[in-house]
Nanobody, 127 residues
Framework: QVQLAESGGGLVQAGASLRLSCTASGRTFETYRMAWFRQPPGKEREFVAAISQTGIITSYGDSVKGRFTISRDSTKNAVYLQMSGLKPDDTAVYYC????????????????????WGQGTRVLVSS
């Protein structure tokens, strides 16, 4: 498994932008598909975005399409989530996840399909 650490969360106003970062330990970062999930207060964890091992394929949850962008930098063992047009409904703890399985558009949305998780970073969007 890989160790993950998120950063970049904070308090912002609606309409603002924020970039979350997730750094991974180990030397095999390029073998992991990466994803971001979020857990709003009092709700279940939900899929936000995923990116394939090569970075070529991405997938997004319906609520963030067109506003969020996932990317990765294998030279830094990092995956990013660029968030723009933030809304109060985006308030949540954001988690980074990794798994060595092949990227499958149906599998990446399920929390059960990730072996490694970070501790989360909190994002609060005020109206």
């Amino acid at each position: 498994q890989v160790q993950l650490a998120e950063s970049g969360g904070g308090l912002v106003q609606a309409g603002a932008s924020l970039r979350l970062s997730c750094t991974a330990s180990g030397r095999t970062f390029e073998t992991y598909r990466m994803a971001w999930f979020r857990q709003p207060p009092g709700k279940e964890r939900e899929f936000v975005a995923a990116i394939s091992q090569t970075g070529i394929i991405t997938s997004y949850g319906d609520s963030v399409k067109g506003r969020f962008t996932i990317s990765r930098d294998s030279t830094k063992n990092a995956v990013y989530l660029q968030m723009s047009g933030l809304k109060p409904d985006d308030t949540a703890v954001y988690y980074c996840a990794a798994d060595s399985s092949a990227f499958n558009i149906l599998d990446v949305v399920n929390t059960n399909n990730y072996a490694s998780w970070g501790q989360g970073t909190r994002v609060l969007v005020s109206s």
